[in-house]
């Protein structure tokens, strides 16, 4: 135990002298450092930071040291994300890789992937983006049809992805491919990896019904992909797809701590638009009831997410604790704004024109910017039916 203070002391130590004031607030999507050949800072400050986290290791702490990590344990690592979030450190890059592509490279990588791929994450050098859903293969993700045909040490990649997020700015992809077409569906796929500038990639990105394009349908032409790029082994794909889901699951339990603050509150709102009874309460009860559950229940998960990363520390968490946290907290975020559009009534329905503030268009933007949610990283409804069968452990009929 004196070695774990002595540790936390050191690390406390080093963040207050080497991260600069204005990286100890929450960031804006406007504001996170992404990694990749094109990597851009918001700031010097924000460059400085990732600059000195990249020398230590910090962006991936819990990585060995011989991958571009700190090599830390678990209790150091749990000990490490506690100093970051008691200063309010930003984390110094954001990267699929980080959260997704890379664990699943190191618990499935030959050494030749690590050691290819791991330190560029790490140096944020390469910035990653998932090829799961198709048109065809959405909540029935086992039901790819991109195809992977094999051609001596090469595949020859044809298919198309979907709602493929950030791949116009991405450079490497990780991809669900179907390499046996007549095996059962989760038994015919391969995990693949490849540059996304490889010829006959294509990203074309999707305007949503927000105005934003961060998402993208991705098309191959015949692309060729070296064998030596295959994650795990062929035709058993389906058993790293499900791994990444759970890191997906958790990092999206948790990415509302990385980011700034949601700048509505409730019970403010309500007391604008609705006014105060003679007690200083929101003036009409029910919502008021309404409101109080939600941020009741919204205070719970901000109480569960460190209990889970403390599990996780100790060696004992439940990787089913981060899909029920997934589900309960996106379900919440979507009643929040459900709430919010009740309260601020027609003024909720802005979208542009006279008669509507930018807090008003914003609103209505955001009130449908976060259904996305409740879709990634399997459904709301899918996520149910497998806390029912596998946690639960209830029938299927």
């Known amino acids: 135990m004196s070695d774990l ?19 100890r607030t929450p960031a804006t999507p406007e504001d996170q450092v992404w990694g990749g050949r094109n990597i851009q800072f918001p700031c010097e400050d924000a460059k400085l ?47 699929l890789g980080i959260w997704m592509a890379g664990p699943a490279i190191l618990e499935f990588g030959t050494e030749e992937q690590k050691r290819e791929h791991l330190p560029k994450i790490a140096r944020g050098e390469i910035r990653w983006c998932q090829g799961y859903s198709e048109p065809g293969a959405g909540s029935d993700l086992a039901n790819v049809q991109t195809k ?31 390499t046996d077409k007549d095996a059962k569906k989760q038994e015919g796929i391969s995990f693949l990896l490849f540059d996304m500038a490889s010829a006959g990639v294509e990203a074309k990105p999707i305007e949503l019904i927000t105005g934003e394009t961060h998402f993208c349908q991705t098309f191959f032409d015949n692309v060729r992909v070296p064998k030596a790029n295959r994650l795990g082994e062929e035709n058993k794909g389906w058993t790293v797809a499900k791994r990444v889901l759970e890191f997906e699951r958790n990092m999206m339990a948790d ?3 990385t980011i700034a603050a949601d700048p509505i509150v409730l019970s ?10 003679p007690q200083g309460r929101i003036a009409d009860p029910i919502l008021r009831q309404a409101i109080a559950r939600n941020e009741i229940n919204k205070r719970a998960l901000d109480l569960a997410m460190p209990r889970m990363g403390a599990e996780f520390a100790e060696g004992v968490g439940d990787p089913s604790l981060g899909m029920i946290l997934k589900y309960a907290g996106t379900e919440e975020e979507k009643l929040k704004y459900e709430l919010a559009l009740k309260i601020t009534g027609a003024q909720g329905l802005g979208w542009a024109g006279e ?6 268009i914003k609103l209505t933007r955001d009130w449908l910017g976060v259904k996305t949610h409740s879709i990634a990283g399997g459904t709301s409804e899918v996520q149910l039916n497998i806390i029912a069968k596998r946690v639960l452990g209830l029938p299927d009929q």
């Not at 203070?5 to 990286?23: D, G, H, K, V, Y």
């Not at 298919?159 to 490497?172: L, R």
């Open 5 to 23: 203070n002595a540790f936390r002391q050191e690390i406390r130590t080093w963040l207050e002298q080497n991260c600069p004031e204005s990286m």
């Open 49 to 95: 930071w990732f600059d000195r986290c990249v020398e230590k290791g910090y962006c991936v702490p819990d990585w060995p040291l011989e991958y571009g990590g700190a090599g830390f344990d678990r209790k150091q690592t749990a000990i490490f994300k506690k100093e970051m979030a008691r200063l309010g450190c930003r984390p110094p890059q954001v990267n």
């Open 148 to 178: 992977a045909e094999s051609d001596g040490d090469d595949y020859i990649v044809n298919g198309t992805k979907i709602w493929t997020s950030y791949a116009d700015h991405s450079d490497w992809i990780y991809c669900l491919t179907r």
């Open 255 to 257: 990415l509302e701590a």
């Open 268 to 277: 403010q709102l309500a007391k604008q638009h609705l006014g105060e009874d």
């Open 355 to 360: 008669g509507f503030s930018e807090a008003d």
